[in-house]
């Protein structure tokens, strides 16, 4: 199975900051089709994940532009341009790549 | 827009049969570019996924290894439904279950599953 590590497991960000998450995998996310298949979701409490980003960078419909992913191969990173308050929650990223679909531990963010 | 509606009971008893239903609109069960997911959350596990189903000229399955002789996902192209039927629970299955889309960008909006007595 592939190992999802995120890093780090909690942030705390002053509204108007910038906040960067961590996603490594064991094994490449790059397919033969040359798409890689690593997304980013939000949960935020009592709710299911949401889906911000698709195939590493790709903002998913109705997402806010502050949020941008990037990164190739094994590494990867979501970053928030300037936090707000609605953004709490845990982020999770995610490989599609192979079955099992696995998931990071998530990083939790709260508002300073 | 894909929306997914859960329905299924929140409470088993040790031993017995989970079973829980997802009700698709905005998109096809048969869709030949479509997977459909059972994921299951809890505080131990984080999230876990738990199989799939899809079609591609023939229905195909994919279960996690944990739970592979326990689980059947199976889909019902009449209702636009598939199901997860997950047998001999033990109370190491509470856990909030989850359909999803093939790429998760679409979710159920989750069922609370308790194993007890």
């Known amino acids: 199975d592939i190992v999802m590590t995120q890093t780090p497991l909690s942030l705390s960000i002053t509204p108007g900051q910038p906040a960067s998450i961590s996603c490594k995998s064991t094994?490449?996310?790059?397919?033969?089709?040359?798409?890689?298949?690593l997304y980013w979701s939000l949960q935020k409490p009592g709710q299911p994940p949401q889906l911000l980003i698709y195939e590493v960078s790709n903002r998913f419909s109705g997402v806010p532009d502050r949020f941008s992913g990037s990164g190739s191969g094994t590494e990867f990173t979501l970053k928030i341009s300037r936090v707000e308050a609605e953004d709490v929650g845990v982020y999770y990223c995610?490989?599609?790549?192979?079955?099992?679909?696995?998931f990071g531990q998530g990083t939790r963010l709260e508002i300073k | 827009q894909v929306q997914l509606q859960q329905s299924g009971p929140g409470l088993v008893k040790p031993s017995e049969t989970l079973s829980l239903t997802c009700a698709i609109s905005?998109?096809?069960?048969?869709?030949?570019?479509?997977?459909w997911n059972w994921i299951r959350q809890s505080p131990s596990r984080g999230l876990e996924w738990l199989g799939r189903?899809?079609?591609?000229?023939?229905?195909?399955?994919d279960y996690a290894v944990s739970v592979k002789s326990r689980i059947t996902i199976n889909p019902d192209t009449s209702k636009n439904q598939f199901s997860l039927q997950l047998d001999s629970v033990t109370p190491e299955d509470t856990a909030v279950y989850y359909c999803?889309?093939?790429?998760?960008?679409?979710w159920g909006q989750g069922t609370l599953v308790t194993v007890s007595s």
């Open positions: 094994q490449s996310l790059l397919y033969s089709d040359g798409r890689t298949y």
């Open positions: 905005g998109d096809s069960v048969s869709s030949n570019s479509a997977a």
């Open positions: 999803a889309t093939r790429f998760t960008d679409y």
């Open positions: 189903t899809y079609y591609r000229s023939k229905w195909y399955n």
């Open positions: 995610m490989q599609s790549i192979q079955v099992p679909l696995t």
